[in-house]
């Protein structure tokens, strides 16, 4: 499978579940969940994708407790925890971290945000079922398996469709470059991946 996008749900410190989830030029997903920091440049370097979407922060603010982009999301009735809150901190150094890992072999890597996705997109909270949420994927012509999908995969299948957005131009940063950016879809992605069906 030539991938186009690798998004990763990653967590705060290695021996919690990071889901990942590899995208297609055809837009199918293949999910699973690894732990250590070699294991996701492992799965990079095996299938190279065009670019790499990280749902956790890439930046510390200047000052204060939000960044730019964190706020530019609040006003949109996005909500995101500040990166420099509690366990948000560590979260936010490994993300640094792994971002120049990732880097230092050539690789693009964007921070993204399921949040966003959800809503830009107008999918299913994350409240609701992650079966409900599947299917609405697949109405925006994902192919998913039939396997149940971990809410780390499920977020991480977000963040490699936003990825495979910016590539396509229908995803933009929001926020002050030199502080650091979130991708998010634009709502015309919608009609596009719809038009691919």
């Known amino acids: ?12 410190v290695e021996k919690r579940p990071t889901g990942v989830c590899l995208l297609s030029e055809n837009l199918e997903a293949q999910t699973c969940t690894v732990y250590r920091d070699n294991e996701l440049i492992g799965i990079a370097l095996r299938f190279r ?14 000052v204060g407790g939000l960044r730019d982009c964190d706020r530019k999301l609040i006003s949109m009735k996005i909500r995101v925890l ?19 890992k990732f880097e230092g072999k050539g690789f693009k890597v964007i921070e993204c945000f399921p949040g966003a996705a959800r809503k830009i997109l107008k999918l299913p909270g994350k ?8 299917k609405a994927l697949r109405k925006l012509g994902l192919k998913i398996g039939e396997a149940k999908l971990s809410s780390h995969e499920l977020d991480a299948v977000l963040v490699a469709l ?24 634009r709502p015309e992605a919608v009609k596009w991946l719809t038009r691919k069906l």
């Open 162 to 185: 936003t990825a495979r957005l910016y590539l396509e131009g229908l995803a933009e940063p929001v926020g002050e470059e030199t502080e650091g950016q979130i991708v998010i879809p």
């Open 82 to 100: 500040p990166p420099v809150l509690g366990g948000m901190r560590m979260l936010t150094r490994r993300a640094i971290r792994l971002k120049e």
């Open 49 to 62: 994708p065009s670019i790499i979407g990280i749902d956790a922060p890439l930046s510390f603010p200047r």
């Open 127 to 134: 409240t609701e079922p992650r079966e409900v949420v599947v």
């Open 1 to 12: 499978m030539r991938s186009t996008s690798l998004g990763l749900d990653l967590a705060g």
